[in-house]
């Protein structure tokens, strides 16, 4: 029996950062093109009104259907990426905070560690 590609890729979203941070858009681009190339299926949201909380980040990627949510943020010199995992046998979320501070391609970087943590999960 085939099934597609596309039907076992697995759901993650992505939360738009601000477009006045270049550094959080870039990171965002790469992350977006990484997960494509690993066969995820990518959910770009805007940003929740408000903070970005665990719990509305959790119920955006509920909402999707997605088993994973990622958003950005930046404080003084750390480029953060968080990242939400749904375990679905379970029921709950755990956050991982990916922080960079002084990396030179930290976008690139960023990227490249989110999607090692999403197909570790």
């Known amino acids: ?3 597609s590609a596309t039907a076992l890729a697995q759901s993650v979203v992505l939360v738009r950062p601000p477009v006045s941070d270049k550094v959080l ?6 992350l977006r093109a990484e997960l494509g190339l ?13 903070a970005s909380t665990p719990e509305a980040i959790d119920r955006i990627a509920q909402d ?11 404080a003084a010199d750390t480029t953060t990426a968080d990242v939400w ?5 379970t029921g709950k ?12 391609d930290a ?15």
């Open 1 to 3: 029996m085939l099934v």
């Open 25 to 30: 858009v870039e990171a965002f681009n790469r």
């Open 38 to 50: 690993q066969d995820f299926e990518v959910v770009v949201v805007e940003a929740p009104a408000g």
């Open 64 to 74: 999707k259907g997605a088993f994973a949510a990622i958003s950005f943020a930046r």
């Open 85 to 89: 995992l749904a375990d679905r046998a």
């Open 93 to 104: 979320t755990t956050v991982r905070t990916l922080a960079l501070t002084g990396v030179a």
């Open 107 to 121: 976008p690139s970087v960023l990227a490249v560690r989110a999607v090692d943590l999403l197909r570790e999960s």
